[in-house]
């Protein structure tokens, strides 16, 4: 549905977007994560054809953005950073004269309006001029322009900026549900947002793709050496010692007390569970084994692996799963 095909943008002699490539398919959010200045919305501007590509090209469902333009321009909704809205324009007078310029038949107009602003709950502020909308309620109405012409493709750039919670989770709903038969790109650079609404997500870094996979996969591909958190009571002094002999164990680093207990974070070998070892020697020793569990890395701890500089000593996603740019 969106083949997008070493697409890079340079400012003057700066680089901003370098070498993207991904693809979407029908019916999948994709989620575009990055900090501040990587290059998110560069990449949209490009692939929604609203700025012209140094480099490569951008295919969205089936024609070059650029080579016919409205062809494919037909079939993509776009929420831009900043929503374009007119100021003077009552809510309800915008979304008609944007469902007018979008091709919309004039005898659906009016119910395809109320339905658009149904769904993104933006009803209440219809005859509300949009220079008078709260952050909020003008990111929803840039939503229900987006989706007024029932594109194939929704790009949306950091949809749920300047929502409130409620409105967070509504939106995150709504987008879930549009994706049956659309095909998303969102972007974000908060976390849970990717984890909760998209399949797939592509990190990106000083305008570099730096890993695409599923959520789940990033977090497993992750974790190069297993981490297990045990809290020890009775052992006080000795217990490092103890579970750093334990067969396989790399390092063990306490971590802090719980009610007197030791809380202690024990790595090992990938691929070898000492959670059994670990035990007995607790156990063994007359301890008390008050808690044993895995600590997964949170999508938070690979999003900071793989966009700082010295990463070079954590674990690496391995080759297959890693893309350079
Ligand atoms: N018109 C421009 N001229 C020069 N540099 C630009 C221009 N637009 C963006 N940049 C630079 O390109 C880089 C990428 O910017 P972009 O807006 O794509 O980042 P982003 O990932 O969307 O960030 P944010 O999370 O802050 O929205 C930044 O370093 C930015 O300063
Ligand atoms: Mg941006």
Redesign the pocket.
């Known amino acids: 549905m969106i083949e997008v095909q070493h697409l890079t943008k340079q400012?003057?002699a700066?680089t901003?977007?370098e070498d993207v490539s991904f693809t979407v398919e029908r019916g999948e959010i994709l989620g575009f994560l990055?900090?501040?200045?990587?290059?998110?919305?560069?990449?949209m501007r490009m692939v929604t054809g609203y700025m012209p590509p140094s480099r490569g090209r951008a295919i969205v469902a089936g024609y070059d953005i650029f080579e016919q333009p409205i062809e494919a321009k037909k079939r993509i909704g776009y929420l831009p950073?900043t929503p374009p809205l007119y100021p003077d324009m009552t809510v309800r007078d915008y979304l008609t004269f944007v469902a007018k310029i979008r091709g919309v038949p004039r005898a659906e107009r009016r119910s395809r309006v109320d339905t658009m602003m149904a769904r993104t709950h933006v009803a209440d502020m219809a005859g509300r001029h949009c220079g008078k909308l709260s952050k909020g309620y003008r990111q929803r109405v840039g939503l229900a322009q987006a989706l007024l012409h029932d594109p194939d493709v929704l790009v949306l750039?950091?949809p749920t900026a300047g929502l409130d919670p409620k409105q967070i989770i509504e939106t995150r709903q709504l987008i879930r549900e549009l994706a049956g038969n659309h095909s998303v790109i969102l972007?974000t650079?908060i976390l849970p947002e990717v984890s909760q609404t998209c399949q797939r997500v592509v990190i990106?870094n000083h305008?570099h793709v730096v890993a695409v996979d599923t959520p789940a996969n990033l977090t497993a591909r992750l974790r190069g050496s297993e981490t297990i958190y045990v809290l020890v009571d009775g052992g006080g002094a000795d217990v490092a010692s103890a579970l750093t002999a334990v067969p396989g164990v790399t390092s063990v680093a306490v971590t802090g007390t719980d009610a007197g207990a030791l809380a202690c974070e024990v790595a090992s070998h990938t691929g070898h569970d000492v959670r059994r070892d670990l035990a007995a020697a607790i156990v063994g020793a007359g301890w008390g084994l008050l808690e044993m569990r895995p600590m997964r890395m949170s999508l938070e701890d690979i999003f900071l692996h793989l966009t700082t500089e010295d990463s070079a000593e954590q674990p690496q996603i391995p080759e297959e799963h890693a893309v350079h740019g």
């Open positions: 400012y003057g700066f901003a977007v990055g900090p501040n200045g990587a290059g998110k919305t560069t990449t950073e750039d950091e972007s650079h990106i305008g």
